[in-house]
Every structure is written in C-alpha cells, then in structure tokens.
C-alpha cells in the first residue's frame, strides 16, 4: 500500500509536468529557431535543451521549500495561488488557442538557443515551475524522512520522464511537424488546457484545505 502511495508521486507529476510542458507544442518553436542549422548541431540544442530543464525542475523541487521559508510563503498560499496560475493558462489554452509558457521569442544573430528560449521559458517556464514547488511542498508535509526521499525520486524520475519527451519531440520535430498538422495541434492543445484547468483546480482545492487546517 505504501508503494502504491509513493508511486503516485510518480504518476501525479508525470502527467501535471507533460500536461503544463506539453512538448508538442515546442515543435513550431524549435524547429523556428534551428532553422539553417546543420543536423548535428540541431541534434546538440534538442540534448541540452532537455539536459538544462530538467535541472531547473529539479532545483525547483529541492529549492522550493527553501524558497518558500526565506519568503515567509505558506503551502496553501503556495498551492492556491500556483493553481489559479496554472488554471489559467489552461483557460487560455482551451479557449484562447495560446500554448503554457508561452513567451515571445526574437530570433538573434546566434547559434545556441539550448537555454533560453527552449529550455526556460521554453520547457521549464512559470507554469511548470509552479507544478514542480506544489509538488515540493507536498512532499515536504510527510512525516518520515524515508517516505520523503522515496517520493522526492519518484518525483524526479517524472521531471526526467519530462524531459526525456521533450527531447523526443524536438529531435524529430521535422517529421512530427508534418504527420501531425495544424488541425491535430490545436485539437491537443484544446485538451491539454482543459487537463491543465483541472490541476488547477486540485491545487487550490488542496491549499484551501491547508489553510482550514493551519486556522
């Protein structure tokens, strides 16, 4: 039963992280940006892209309890507002066609956009980042050092899992781009903003919950 617990850890921040990530939606963005670029160096952005956001995610997840006590921020303050973040680019996802994380992107006169904007806001941008600390200051609230290491690695096992499928995507963005079209990207960016509403919901459902019991 234990194990059980533990391993939807796993299965909680695989799909919160692929949801607000949505690595389909970074084809258009990728393959933009490494137009002109020969396959290797295109295959060398696709490997640190995915190497530097999971190490953003996993420094959210260590860091963001301590974070949060240097801020004097409380979990269901956390959670709350972090939901109604994510909640709301769900919202505008489902009914305004945007994408999560999504920031405005100038092409320089450079080869190397492995860090930003790929990875961060890319990969890793606020939305994400808020999944990972709600997912920390869950974990932070079990009683047993044990169960807290073993759901820290689940944890991180998803953030890697994330980023592996990011990876996937952006190195074969060019055949994925034409199998699936414009029509089938808006239909899954429609779906994933509705998944991404009800994450949001969870979260503040739970920092609600928290504050009753703090009162």
């Not at 004097?72 to 709350?80: E, F, K, P």
Request: proline share 4%; hydrophobic share 50%; glycine share 10%.
């Amino acid at each position: 039963m234990l194990e059980t617990i533990h391993f939807q850890y796993f299965l909680g921040a695989l799909v919160s992280l692929l949801v607000i990530s949505n690595p389909l939606s970074k084809l258009p963005l990728f393959v933009s940006l490494t137009q002109g670029m020969s396959e290797k160096h295109r295959r060398q952005q696709a490997n640190w892209s995915a190497i530097y956001a999971c190490i953003i995610m996993a420094v959210s997840l260590i860091a963001g309890n301590m974070l949060l006590a240097f801020f004097g921020i409380s979990y269901g303050a956390l959670r709350i507002s972090g939901g109604l973040v994510v909640a709301a680019i769900g919202y505008q996802m489902l009914f305004g066609g945007s994408s999560p994380n999504k920031a405005p992107i100038v092409r320089r006169d450079k080869d190397d956009y492995a860090f930003f904007p790929i990875a961060m806001p890319g990969i890793a941008g606020p939305g994400t980042i808020a999944v990972v600390i709600g997912f920390s200051t869950e974990i932070a609230e079990l009683q047993a050092y044990r169960d807290i290491a073993i759901a820290v690695g689940w944890t991180l096992a998803a953030i890697v899992c994330t980023s592996l499928a990011s990876w996937a995507m952006m190195r074969y963005s060019d055949g994925l781009t034409r199998r699936l079209g414009p029509s089938g990207s808006l239909v899954l960016s429609k779906l994933m903003g509705f998944l991404l509403i009800c994450i949001g919901v969870q979260f503040m459902g739970s920092g609600i919950r928290t504050f009753l019991a703090g009162s």
